[in-house]
């Protein structure tokens, strides 16, 4: 659609500044921008608020604690689990282990949780490590970034559509790992990528982006329900799936969707077609995942959950 963007290079910059610069962006609702070649944008939905957090006091001796990284995920397995919860909300276990999402925008510090256990409780802190992602530099036509005052109605249409999806707790219908969303695809990338824009940081990359030509079949990752097809200004035809116990998955810049909302469907069934609808500049699927609200890498849970990190 005409704007001109290169990847000039890759490279870390300071974990506060940039987390700092991508509150601040997120806070003046910085305006999204179209990436070419390597580094299609999908500027997604603001996420909730971060959870407040307190700041990191080297743990008690032998308090269980862990470190992880904004939009990981931690798993606290154990026999008898009845209940799991942090400051915000309970929820049920999982395949006998709680599941403690940490969102990608969430501030370094320490967040408490806990597990019952019949009439017990314990209780651990999950320390949030400065983020670790890559920062990519990309140069853009200033003059090519802004919306017109249509389109960017449009966009907040949709955005007021999509956020209440973030809130849905309807029973789980899933275990972990999940499934891959595309057949025989190399692992995802660019997950909490975040990106400048002439120099100042605009968004994160909230998804795992996979690079497939336009008409690669696209799978749900597990089964569920699906709460949202529908084409969208930033994500092109875009599919929603409610896993229950407030897990989404998201598929975005489909070609072709093949569900309707209100469709149950099974792990593996095809939702569509992936291609390059929306603001992309090249075809590719974006896989993204809301867990209780947060904004995680789906890579680790398309693995073994034994090997995500645990207090
Ligand atoms: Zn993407």
Redesign the pocket.
């Known amino acids: 659609m005409g704007v001109h963007i290169q990847v000039l290079r890759l490279f870390a910059v300071p974990p506060r500044l940039g987390l700092a610069a991508l509150f601040l962006a997120a806070a003046i609702g910085a305006p999204p921008v179209l990436a070419r070649a390597a580094a299609?944008l999908?500027p997604g939905p603001q996420a909730p608020d971060p959870v407040p957090v307190r700041l990191l006091d080297p743990p008690p001796a032998g308090s269980r604690n862990v470190g992880v990284v904004p939009g990981g995920v931690v798993r606290w397995a154990g026999e008898g689990i009845t209940r799991c919860g942090d400051a915000r909300e309970t929820w049920a276990p999982l395949d006998g282990a709680c599941l403690y999402p940490v969102d990608l925008g969430q501030e370094e510090g320490a967040l408490e949780v806990y597990r019952d256990l019949g009439g017990r409780r314990e209780t651990a802190t999950l320390r949030v490590l400065p983020p670790s992602y890559a920062a990519e530099h990309l140069e853009v036509d200033p003059g090519k970034v802004r919306l017109s005052k249509k389109n960017r109605l449009r966009a907040d249409r949709e955005r007021e559509v999509v956020v209440p999806l973030f809130s849905l707790r309807t029973n789980p219908a899933f275990s972990l790992p999940l499934g891959s969303p595309l057949e025989h695809a190399p692992p995802p990338r660019n997950f909490g990528t975040r990106r400048l824009f002439n120099g100042e940081t605009r968004s994160a990359?909230g998804?795992a982006?996979y690079r497939a030509p336009t008409g690669t079949p696209v799978l749900a990752a597990e089964e569920g329900l699906v709460v949202l097809a529908a084409d969208h200004f930033f994500a092109g035809k875009n599919v929603f799936v409610d896993h229950g116990g407030g897990l989404l998955s998201m598929y975005m810049h489909l070609s072709r969707i093949d569900v309707r909302k209100g469709r149950r469907v099974k792990k593996g069934e095809r939702l569509g077609l992936s291609g390059a609808t929306g603001r992309v500049t090249g075809p590719h699927l974006?896989f993204g995942l809301r867990w209780r609200g947060a904004k995680v890498d789906p890579a680790p849970l398309l693995g073994d959950p034994a090997k995500l990190p645990s207090p």
């Open positions: 299609p999908l990359h998804g982006d974006h």
